[in-house]
């Protein structure tokens, strides 16, 4: 038994560190105890089953303890994560820009006002960490199709405006249905709009990000004037077009009656 007490205090250290300060200690005596009786109840093999059950248990716990543990840490880590994308795209901007560029103050301004709404919503908790992926996600789409075709000037062929169209019309789509997922999940339409502009925050924001980063590694034919001009229209329409999108599929959720229990911030809803 002291052996097994032993181990269960090795199991114990995969909760996460609060749940092991709350209840750590609660949990390796209560199991002594109970192992302990059935010890003397029921013998070693009742010793065995014991342990065996024990182990499933704290399978399921452990896996649901750090589920939760995840819902409460990853916002704070995606806003300094997002953070340190607005500080690394400054300082970009600062080193390809020039004075005689009429673009630069543009990309600067917006890339402050990205920070604050980031530390903003993140800090009231207010966006759901599903919207942060969705931007995510259609960010990294939109910089690996842009950054494809900046080594050479693409040539205007049938299937590359195709497929921008595609891939713009998939982009779109998603902050709607983030704005759509918001309502159903909330019963809020309201919601819609600020899941939808909290996505293209995001997309944008990664979406620039990569695309300074290649330009700053790769020097590709685009020049630093034209990167400028096409971030700061990125940066000040995405999220615009995001509220838009967002609003729409909140309201179509909303009429539909397709909605969820109502919760004051998204993130509170299971």
């Known amino acids: 038994m002291e052996w097994l007490c032993c181990v269960y205090r090795l199991l114990v250290r995969a909760y996460p560190k609060q749940f092991r300060q709350d209840f750590g200690a609660e949990m390796a005596r209560a199991f002594r105890d109970r192992g302990l009786e059935i010890a003397r109840k029921e013998g070693s093999m009742g010793l065995i089953r014991y342990s065996a059950l024990t182990t499933c248990d704290w399978l399921q716990t452990v896996v649901q303890e750090r589920m939760v543990f995840m819902q409460h840490t990853s916002l704070s880590a995606l806003r300094w994560i997002f953070l340190a994308c607005v500080v690394l795209d400054v300082a970009l901007v600062k080193r390809i820009s020039t004075p005689r560029m009429v673009s630069a103050p543009l990309p600067f301004a917006l890339l402050i ?115 400028l001009a096409a971030s700061g229209q990125h940066l000040l329409e995405g999220p615009l077009i995001g509220a838009v999108l967002g609003a729409f599929g909140g309201f179509v959720a909303w009429s539909s009656g397709m909605r969820g229990p109502v919760s004051k911030t998204f993130d509170n809803v299971p």
Request: aromatic share 12%.
């Open 113 to 227: 006002m990205y920070g604050l709404l980031v530390l903003l919503l993140t800090t009231n908790r207010v966006p759901v960490k599903e919207q942060a992926w969705f931007g995510i996600a259609t960010g990294m789409a939109l910089a690996s199709w842009t950054t494809s075709f900046s080594v050479r000037p693409p040539n205007a062929s049938g299937w590359v405006v195709a497929g921008s169209c595609a891939l713009v019309a998939i982009v779109f789509g998603c902050w709607g249905i983030a704005g759509f997922r918001a309502a159903q999940r909330t019963g809020l339409a309201g919601s819609g709009w600020l899941a939808g502009c909290w996505s293209a925050v995001v997309c944008m924001l990664v979406e620039i990000t990569l695309a300074l980063v290649f330009f700053s590694a790769a020097r590709p034919w685009i020049g630093a004037s034209d990167l």
